[in-house]
C-alpha cells in the first residue's frame, strides 16, 4: 500500500502533474485498491485540514503583503534602507539585502520579495556597473529571507500541520532570521572588498530624515504585528487582520498610491493566491492522513530511532533530506508532507518542535533558490528576463553561505529558542 502511494505520487510528480493534483490522485488510487473506506472520505480530510484557526491569519497577510507592494511601502523602504548604508563600499547590494529582510516582515513571502525588490533593484545594481552574476545571485537569494522572517505564511503552515504556536514560532523566527540574513552581508562586504565593488554618494542628514520620515508608515508595520504579539495586546490572527486594514489605510491615504480599482485588483490577486495555497494545504493534509493510516509516521519514527540514536545526527539527517527535497518541491507542500513524519521523531529525542520548526523552515528558505526547481529561479527568470539557465551559476556561492547560516541556526538552539523562552515559557 505504502509503495503504490509513494510510488504513484513520484510519477505523477515526475509526470509535472499539479502538487494538489498529484496529492489527491495518490490517496484515491491507495483508497480504492487497499481500503473498503468510501472515497468521500478524502474530501472530508481535505476540508478538515483547511478548517484550522490557525490558517485564518494566512489570507489575511497574503493581502496585506500585496496591498504593500501595491502602495509603495516597499519603495520607501528600500529608499531609506539605501540612504543609510549607500555609502559603504557595496552598499548598493547591502541595501537589497537589509530591504528584503524588511520587506520579508512586511510580506511573509519569498517570491513576493523577490517580485517587490527585484523589479526595483536589479536595473540598479545592473546600472551601478555591478558585476551581473553578482546581482543575479543576490536579487534570486536574498528574498528567501521572508520564510523566516515573522510574519511568515511558511512558519503558519508548520503550526497548522504540527499543533506548534504560531506565536512562538514567529518569535523563534525573528533571531534566526537575522542570522540567517546577516550571513549574506558578510558575504557582500567580503565580495565587496575583494572586487572593489562601487560606493555610492553618501547622503545628507536632510536627505536621510526625509526618508525616514516617508518610510516610518512603513516601518510600522513589523513593529504592530510584532508588537501586538509580543504584548499580548492581539494573536498572530488578529494582528493580520490589522496589518491588513493598516496597509490600506497608508496606501490608500498617505501614501496615497491605491485607489479603488487597484485595490479591487489586489483583493483578486490576494484571492487568488490564497486559493493557490489552501488548495494544495488541502490535499496534503489528505496525504498525511492516509499516511497516518498506513502507519507510514510510526515505521519511519522507529526505523530511524533504532538506527539514529544522537539529536546530532538526527538533525542532520534532517537538514540533508530537506535540502534535496527543497530543490524539487515547494516549500508548503514539503513541510505538511514531512513535518508529521519528523515532529514526533524528534519530541521523543528531546527536540524543540519550535526549533525543528525554524530548521524545516530555514531549509526551505535555501530550496526555494537551489537549482533546478527553486521557485525564485523562476520568478528571478520572470523579473530579469535572464535565463534560468544564466541564473543558476550565480546563486551557488549563496547557497553555500546560507548552508552555514544554516548550521548555525540547526546547532545552537538558542539563536531561535531565546525569545519564544524568555515571552512564553
Not at 117 to 133: D, N, T
Not at 366 to 371: A, E, K, L, V
Request: hydrophobic share 55%.
Amino acid at each position: 500500500m505504502t509503495a503504490v502511494l509513494m510510488g504513484s505520487l513520484i510519477a505523477l510528480l515526475l509526470g509535472s502533474v499539479p502538487i494538489f493534483i498529484a496529492l489527491n490522485l495518490a490517496v484515491l488510487l491507495a483508497l480504492m485498491l487497499f481500503t473498503d473506506m468510501s472515497p468521500m472520505i478524502m474530501i472530508q480530510k481535505s476540508f478538515g485540514g483547511i478548517d484550522k484557526f490557525a490558517l485564518m491569519s494566512m489570507p489575511f497577510f497574503i493581502f496585506a503583503a500585496n496591498v504593500m507592494d501595491t502602495g509603495g511601502l516597499s519603495e520607501r523602504i528600500l529608499k531609506w534602507t539605501r540612504s543609510l548604508i549607500g555609502s559603504v563600499r557595496g552598499g548598493l547590494a547591502l541595501t537589497t539585502q537589509l530591504a528584503c529582510m524588511v520587506f520579508g516582515a512586511l510580506s511573509g513571502s519569498s517570491p513576493a520579495t523577490v517580485i517587490a525588490m527585484g523589479k526595483l533593484m536589479y536595473p540598479e545594481l545592473v546600472k551601478q556597473k555591478y558585476p551581473k552574476g553578482f546581482a543575479l545571485g543576490l536579487i534570486t537569494s536574498s528574498g528567501s529571507v521572508a520564510l523566516l522572517i515573522p510574519p511568515s505564511i511558511t512558519l503558519i503552515i508548520y503550526a497548522t500541520a504540527t499543533g506548534t504556536s504560531v506565536g512562538e514560532l514567529f518569535m523563534a523566527g525573528i533571531g534566526a532570521g537575522i542570522v540567517y540574513g546577516i550571513a549574506t552581508v558578510f558575504y557582500i562586504l567580503y565580495y565587496a572588498r575583494k572586487n572593489n565593488l562601487p560606493v555610492d554618494e553618501k547622503s545628507s542628514m536632510k536627505e536621510i530624515i526625509e526618508n525616514t520620515k516617508e518610510a516610518v508608515w512603513s516601518l510600522a508595520v513589523p513593529v504592530i504585528i510584532l508588537g501586538g504579539i509580543y504584548s499580548g495586546i492581539f494573536t498572530p490572527t488578529e494582528a493580520a487582520g490589522i496589518s491588513a486594514v493598516y496597509a490600506i489605510f497608508v496606501g490608500m491615504f498617505i501614501y496615497k498610491e491605491i485607489d479603488l480599482k487597484k485595490l479591487y485588483g489586489v483583493c483578486v490577486q490576494s484571492a487568488v493566491t490564497c486559493a493557490q495555497v489552501l488548495i494544495l494545504v488541502a490535499g496534503a493534509q489528505a496525504f498525511g492522513w492516509f499516511l497516518t493510516v498506513a502507519r507510514v509516521p510510526q515505521m519511519v519514527t522507529e526505523s530511524i530511532i533504532e538506527n539514529i540514536s544522537s539529536p546530532i545526527a538526527f538533525l542532520l539527517m534532517i537538514n540533508f533530506i530537506l535540502l534535496i527535497v527543497g530543490m524539487f518541491m515547494e516549500g508548503i507542500a514539503a513541510i505538511i508532507i514531512l513535518a508529521p513524519l519528523f515532529y514526533p521523531i524528534a519530541v521523543q529525542m528531546g527536540i524543540d518542535p519550535v526549533h525543528l520548526g525554524i530548521i524545516m523552515v530555514a531549509n526551505l528558505c535555501i530550496g526555494n533558490f537551489t537549482p533546478p526547481f527553486g521557485l525564485n529561479l523562476f520568478v528571478a527568470n520572470g523579473v530579469t528576463g535572464v535565463s534560468i539557465s544564466k541564473i543558476i551559476p550565480t546563486v551557488l556561492t549563496f547557497v553555500l553561505v546560507s548552508i552555514l547560516a544554516l548550521l548555525a541556526i540547526t546547532y545552537i538552539p538558542d539563536i531561535s529558542l531565546m525569545l519564544p523562552r524568555y515571552i512564553y515559557r
